[in-house]
């Protein structure tokens, strides 16, 4: 009774998600909504560096660089292989997953700080390789699909036609990142409640239990970043998109990465639904820390005090304030079943 | 032959010599204690038989094959499940997942059957992190069954308990070794429940095996007897 009160109250929950998704742009300007259509992407993203870092408590500084992968396989396939800019995103995916195992294969030997570092320099060294390899990637240049595959990407001129339907492109752009953010959160919810989700979070509790459980570690921790770097690769992809169909290697430096964890430690680790806050805390809190004073440094000085306070005074970060807000609730229809 | 062998085993820390050279054999089905003062060594061969360390020298088998080249979430699965003497759960988990983690390599038994066969069903559904010693110490033992085990190393699980719960205890540990048909090695200070429980004792000392025998005859053993005494803990030699 408990297990079915618990999987109806995930249901409406999806179902106020999805509805409030499905309304927010009535009330939008058009800037808005490309605004909110990036800050899905991080959502995307940060969903990813969330099975890492919440649920199986591996740090990762190197998730932007996943994203940068995602981004550049996009562009590379639209701008040189003749797709479609849509049809590349579950590839971008795809191979931002190869990158995140191989982004894993140091956790299976380093932890903590070291494998904050090691992650730390995946990131920092993305922007010189992208630079490195500039046939492919065009360099400091970067990839302007706008000029290369206009025909190709969607919603470019404009306009997208679905179904008879017109939507203006910033309308569109949004309900694609967050109808993709929403079915990608529903099945890491999926992932994380079953047997998958208690071995990442066996790992991240207690490494000697875990192993002394049956669990292989170094195989949980690499899955771990594997299907993270999923995640973060369909958010890279959709990227590209939001930013005018461009990318050039200064979209994916080191900050990015940092701005990750920001998000995700915001949004509550370990919690899926303050993933969404999360990355609305990145989108939108420095443009009006940016606001406030345009006095040199000042902007950066209010988002870091954002932060703190957010942190100080909501320690389970934004997610654990909603459940909070929300438990007297749950805990009513829960003893109600007993 | 013996379900578990331990032969000519030593490990090093440093300049310690935590186990030097102890060989031991349980036999399937036996209840067997290892005990020994602080220090003795105890802790250091359960972590070398579940692969947690590996020896500098010896062999230790399971079924009669060598465990030195498996890892230890493998071990697990060929059958031996231990428990921790400080008590190593998942405290963010709910017991019951506690359990269900237990379950991840090959366990059979329902996690439900579980609970109830330790009590624990009423908090089934509260966070370890947050329940008394004696409670965890039994949820930790839940776990290692779950993972269905012919072979179970108990660190000193009645650590934290009171008088009344250690009779208990060495009942709990008769009724499982027969209805979850196990081997039992089992670590404790308490004597009583040792001598009540075990058919078979090894002691260890100083890393060394200093005796062996069914307990009444350890327990008149001389050398175990001055072991004791010239430890901290001479009231269990006698108790
Ligand atoms: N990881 C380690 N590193 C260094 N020394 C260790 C380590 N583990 C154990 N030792 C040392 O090995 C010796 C045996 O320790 P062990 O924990 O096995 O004893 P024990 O018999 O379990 O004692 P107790 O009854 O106090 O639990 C001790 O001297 C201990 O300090
Ligand atoms: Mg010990």
Redo the contacts with the bound molecule.
């Keep these: 009774m408990n297990r079915v009160l618990r999987i109806a109250g995930g249901v409406a929950f999806a179902a106020a998600a999805v509805a409030l998704v499905l309304v927010l742009p009535h009330w939008l300007s058009d800037a808005k909504a490309a605004e909110f259509a990036r800050a899905g992407c991080f959502f995307i993203a940060i969903i990813g560096l969330n099975l890492v870092t919440g649920y199986t408590g591996q740090i990762s500084l190197g998730h932007g660089a996943l994203m940068a992968v995602g981004a550049y396989t996009t562009a590379i396939l639209t701008a040189d292989h003749g797709l479609r800019d849509l049809w590349t995103i579950p590839l971008a995916g795809l191979v931002a997953m190869a990158a995140g195992f191989a982004l894993g294969l140091p956790a299976r030997r380093l932890s903590g700080l070291y494998l904050a570092l090691a992650t730390f320099a995946f990131a920092v060294a993305m922007p010189a390789l992208l630079k490195r390899f500039s046939g492919l990637t065009g360099g400091s240049q970067g990839i302007n699909l706008f000029d290369e595959a206009l025909s190709r990407s969607t919603g470019a001129l404009g306009h997208v036609h679905l179904a008879g339907w017109t939507l203006a492109t910033n309308d569109f752009l949004y309900y694609l990142t967050w109808g993709i953010g929403l079915v990608l959160s529903g099945a890491a919810w999926l992932l994380v409640r079953g047997r998958l989700g208690r071995a990442f979070r066996a790992v991240r509790d207690s490494e000697v239990a875990a192993a002394s459980s049956g669990i292989n570690i170094s195989f949980y921790k690499t899955l771990a970043f594997a299907i993270s770097g999923f995640y973060a690769g369909v958010g890279g992809s959709l990227f590209v998109l939001v930013s005018n169909w461009f990318v050039s290697p200064s979209t994916f430096t080191f900050d990015k990465s940092l701005l990750l964890v920001v998000g995700a430690v915001v949004g509550g680790l370990g919690s899926l639904a303050g993933m969404a806050l999360g990355a609305l805390f990145i989108q939108f809190v420095p443009t009006w820390a940016a606001n406030l004073s345009s006095a040199p440094g000042a902007p950066s000085v209010f988002f870091g005090t954002a932060i703190v306070l957010v942190m100080i005074l909501l320690p389970g970060g934004l997610g654990g304030f909603l459940l909070k807000l929300t438990e007297p609730l749950t805990r009513r229809l829960y003893t109600r079943s007993e | 032959m013996a379900l578990l062998s331990v032969e000519h085993v030593t490990k090093r820390f440093g300049g310690v010599v935590a186990v030097e050279d102890v060989s031991l054999g349980v036999e399937s089905g036996q209840i067997a204690g290892l005990i020994g003062p602080n220090g003795a060594g105890?802790?250091t061969l359960f972590n070398l038989i579940t692969g947690l360390y590996r020896p500098d020298s010896g062999e230790i088998a399971f079924e009669g094959e060598t465990l030195l080249r498996t890892p230890p979430h493998r071990i697990v699965r060929r059958g031996v499940a231990r428990t921790f003497?400080n008590v190593e759960l998942f405290p963010t988990m709910t017991v019951l997942e506690n359990v269900l983690v237990g379950r991840h390599s090959r366990g059979e038994r329902p996690a439900s059957e579980l609970l109830g066969e330790l009590g624990l069903d009423a908090v089934a559904q509260r966070r370890t992190g947050s329940l008394p010693f004696g409670t965890m110490k039994r949820v930790e033992l839940a776990r290692a069954l779950a993972s269905g085990p012919r072979l179970l190393l108990l660190?000193?699980p009645a650590g934290g308990l009171g008088h009344e719960e250690v009779d208990e205890l060495g009942a709990l540990i008769s009724r499982i070794r027969s209805s979850f048909d196990l081997t039992v090695l089992l670590?404790e200070h308490h004597m009583n429940l040792v001598m009540g429980v075990a058919d078979r004792v090894h002691v260890l000392d100083f890393g060394r095996k200093i005796a062996e025998g069914p307990p009444a005859e350890v327990q008149r053993n001389p050398v175990v007897i001055e072991a004791y005494l010239g430890s901290e803990r001479p009231q269990h030699a006698t108790a």
């Design positions: 105890k802790t003497q660190d000193e670590v």
